[in-house]
């Protein structure tokens, strides 16, 4: 099997979505990473933000991540040959308060990766801009949308059920406009 | 009143404050309800890393404040709005007293 220090970002998140799922845990990944992986690495994330879809006891979680060299260091988990590390948000998996079912699996050789689709990203995203003002949010969101073909029109179902339309102009304003 | 489902009386008072008053310190929660500081410094920490609630740092103060993210916030503020229509009127008067705008130094009382 492949190193760990020799996989990408998108083959380490697959290798740990699977492992987990074969010990019953079934987590998606969501934040950051995906604005990566969306991005191809325009954008940089260390982190690899993981929901679970139903939590499991943390010290069960350690001890599958301790099989494949995970070590567990203040609320995330570290592994010697790699810098990104492991974190577990708090579920649900939601933007707002709309849990998010557009959950696409990317397949990989070291195993399949369970992700929220680039529509979603944009929302999770936008999110952040809208609640807390977050511009590097705004931007990764954009960065996204960009780069992907996304549901606009979802997006903005969703901004203006957050009551967030004049935030969500802003975002459609910053599109490339082709 | 919401102890059973919580599993602890101190994050109902504390989940009860920040509901009325926006925001709330470990000090100020437990010199309110007359608790230890002690359970309520450990409920706000594990409220917090479940994303009920974050923290503002002010000066040397930690502010709690509910997490606008958290996706079950508005149910919550429901649940705990009823549980405060149970509450003695003393205590909820007192409870929602806050005083925000800003008192001229030195003024006599």
Redesign the interface.
């Known amino acids: 099997m492949k190193n760990i220090g020799k996989m990408s970002r998108v083959e380490l998140a697959a290798f740990i979505c699977t492992h987990l799922a074969k010990r019953g845990i079934e987590i998606t990944l969501t934040g950051g990473s995906c604005v990566s992986i969306y991005s191809e690495n325009q954008y940089s994330s260390m982190d690899l933000d993981f929901i679970e879809r139903i939590s499991a006891k943390r010290k069960f979680l350690a001890k599958c991540l301790e099989k494949i060299g995970f070590y567990e260091k203040d609320?995330y988990f570290m592994h010697p040959d790699t810098e990104l590390f492991i974190e577990f948000?708090?579920g649900?998996l939601?933007v707002?308060?709309e849990?998010i079912t557009d959950i696409i699996t990317i397949e990989t050789e070291v195993g399949d990766l369970k992700i929220i689709s680039p529509t979603e990203s944009v929302k999770d995203r936008l999110?952040?801009f809208y609640?807390?003002n977050d511009l590097q949010c705004l931007d990764q969101a954009v960065l996204v949308a960009d780069n992907n073909a996304i549901n606009v029109a979802e997006v903005k179902r969703w901004s203006l059920t957050e009551g967030e339309e004049e935030k969500f102009e802003i975002f459609l304003s910053k599109l490339k406009k082709d | 009143m919401l102890e059973v489902l919580l599993g602890s009386a101190s994050k109902e008072k504390i989940l009860l404050f920040i509901a009325s008053r926006e925001s709330g310190y470990a000090r100020q929660i437990s010199g309110f309800f007359n608790i230890p500081l002690t359970p309520v410094i450990k409920q706000l920490k594990k409220l917090e890393?479940?994303?009920v609630i974050y923290v503002e740092i002010q000066g040397r103060t930690k502010l709690y404040k509910f997490n606008?993210?958290y996706?079950?916030?508005?149910e919550l503020k429901q649940l705990l709005s009823k549980v405060l229509e149970f509450y003695p009127e003393e205590t909820l008067k007192e409870l929602k007293f806050n005083r925000k705008r800003p008192r001229r130094s030195k003024k006599p009382l």
């Open positions: 609320r948000p708090p649900p939601a707002g308060d849990p999110a952040a609640f807390w | 890393e479940g994303g606008p993210q996706s079950f916030l508005k």
